[in-house]
């Protein structure tokens, strides 16, 4: 395709890392009425990169700034904006095509959601920002406090920063997941227990698995579903104590549905939140963890690879040969 000129209030950006995650995965697979509403579309939403090119009217950014955005940008100004939650926007202005060269970021992003790259913080690091972004979101809803026990269920990219960020906050990580690749990663980013669900049968048996690994049995203080799974959510409920939180994180199929033991609902006053996207405030705060070292993207990498092999890491994601793949236009095929 040709190169874009950015128009009003919009940048173009030479892409220098492009990042693969698990939405792109479920788009390639059935697509996605939010992202894509129409096809053939542009492809790729976690990137960073350089600026080449600034549209009229751009003040805050120069031509060479190393960049980072988000892949949305909420309106400000609709019911959902207005009552301070911006993730539920009605009017996201939506990035995608950093699967290419060259990407132009459109103007509301431009304006509330992209950020001068920090020289401490290398693009490959940069390029996950926006799922990071997501998991503060999942953290600052889950409010997990120093000494809690925090059960993650699913050691994808999103499970491994959920374990991280527990970890930073103090808590004692039980992870679980059905790929021993996944749980060596999860030991790798801190978990204090793993839990194979391989040869466990059902959900009953697969929760009280992880209600025998905390004090009395009783169960976490913190459950975490990263998979997207209804019957990966209905587990997570079963493992917390009562008075616990869940975090149902992941975003399941269009038309999926849990069901919720009514009695033990009321009876342990569970509280279960369901956790969707990212805001400005949120994207900051991901940006500060990476300047700071407490994260590195880069450890979510599985491999880097040129662009033409886009689908190829698609396809590896989906068979679990890899978390994340980064796309590197300058990398010769």
């Not at 400000?76 to 995608?96: I, M």
């Not at 969707?276 to 990498?301: C, K, M, N, W």
């Amino acid at each position: 395709m040709p190169r874009q000129q950015p128009g009003p209030g919009e940048i173009s950006v030479d892409v220098y890392a492009a990042a693969t995650c698990g939405t792109d995965l479920k788009s390639y697979r059935r697509g996605h009425p939010k992202l894509f509403p129409a096809l053939p579309a542009r492809f790729g939403h976690e990137f960073a990169g350089v600026v080449d090119a600034v549209g009229r009217g751009v003040d805050d950014f120069q031509v060479g700034q190393r960049v980072v955005a988000a892949n949305t940008a909420p309106c400000g100004s609709c019911w959902a904006c207005t009552k301070q939650r911006p993730s539920l926007c009605e009017n996201l202005s939506f990035l995608n095509g950093a699967f290419a060269e060259q990407v132009v970021i459109p103007a509301p992003i431009v304006a509330r959601n992209t950020y001068v790259l920090p020289e401490t913080v290398s693009f490959a690091s940069a390029a996950p920002l926006e799922p990071l972004s997501t998991v503060v979101h999942g953290m600052a809803e889950a409010d997990v406090a120093l000494g809690d026990t925090v059960a993650v269920n699913g050691c994808g990219p999103i499970g491994l920063m959920f374990i991280r960020l527990s970890k930073l906050r103090g808590a004692r990580v039980i992870a679980t997941d059905m790929s021993s690749l996944r749980l060596a990663q999860a030991r790798s980013a801190g978990a204090d227990v793993t839990v194979d669900l391989t040869e466990m049968s059902d959900t009953a048996e697969r929760s009280a698995a992880v209600r025998d690994l905390t004090e009395g049995r009783r169960g976490a203080d913190i459950a975490i579903e990263a998979v997207g799974l209804p019957e990966v959510w209905e587990q997570t409920v079963e493992m917390l104590r009562p008075g616990g939180t869940g975090v149902l994180f992941g975003g399941p199929k269009a038309g999926s549905r849990f069901s919720v033991d009514a009695v033990a609902m009321h009876y342990s006053e569970y509280t279960l939140k369901g956790v969707f996207h990212h805001t400005p405030q949120y994207v900051r705060v991901a940006l500060d963890l990476l300047a700071s070292g407490a994260l590195d993207g880069e450890s979510l990498i599985s491999e880097v690879r040129p662009l033409e092999a886009l689908v190829d890491s698609l396809e590896d994601m989906a068979a679990g040969k890899g978390a994340k793949y980064l796309l590197d236009p300058r990398v010769a095929a």
